[in-house]
């Protein structure tokens, strides 16, 4: 009678076993997603930083003001949210040229980059095409 008993069904080690299989796979599964989510936000985070990045130097050489060198911090919104901005302009050994740096983050105090981003801005002056030879 033994024999049937053992053949009707599981044991409870074998349960608990089989328990234990499904927990860990389970677990692992927790993991991946988790890790898949992380790097989905982190790929969200830097290319909506690069084009608030992008968008900043664009008015920049829209503005067509000739700024100071400087660092400035900004804040912009994109994608629903608030973005912060250290900007970052230098001279360079061309005095009709500035180098600007921009690094956008996700958190005010600016200790997660979301995006990098540099430019040039040049300054251009009229100068004489030599055309006009005063023919007319």
């Known amino acids: 009678m033994s024999e049937n008993r053992r053949q009707q069904g599981f044991t409870l080690l074998e349960i608990l076993a089989a328990l234990v299989i499904v ?7 927790s993991k991946v997603i988790g890790n898949a ?3 989905l936000q982190a790929n969200e985070n830097r290319l909506i930083g690069t084009w ?3 968008n900043r130097l664009t008015e920049i050489r829209l503005s067509r003001i000739w700024p100071a060198a400087a660092e ?4 912009a919104s994109m994608g629903g949210r608030p973005w912060y901005i250290r900007e970052k302009i230098t001279t360079t050994t061309d005095p009709d040229l500035l180098r600007v740096d921009i690094e956008v983050y996700t958190d005010q105090d600016h200790t997660r980059s ?5 430019g040039y ?3 251009f002056t ?3 095409s030599g055309d006009d030879h005063g023919d007319h």
């Open 23 to 29: 927990a860990i796979g389970i677990a692992a599964m």
């Open 126 to 128: 009229p100068t004489d």
């Open 72 to 75: 400035t911090d900004l804040e």
């Open 37 to 39: 989510a992380s790097i």
């Open 121 to 123: 801005l040049a300054r």
């Open 114 to 118: 979301a995006a990098k981003l540099f």
């Open 52 to 54: 608030v990045a992008s």
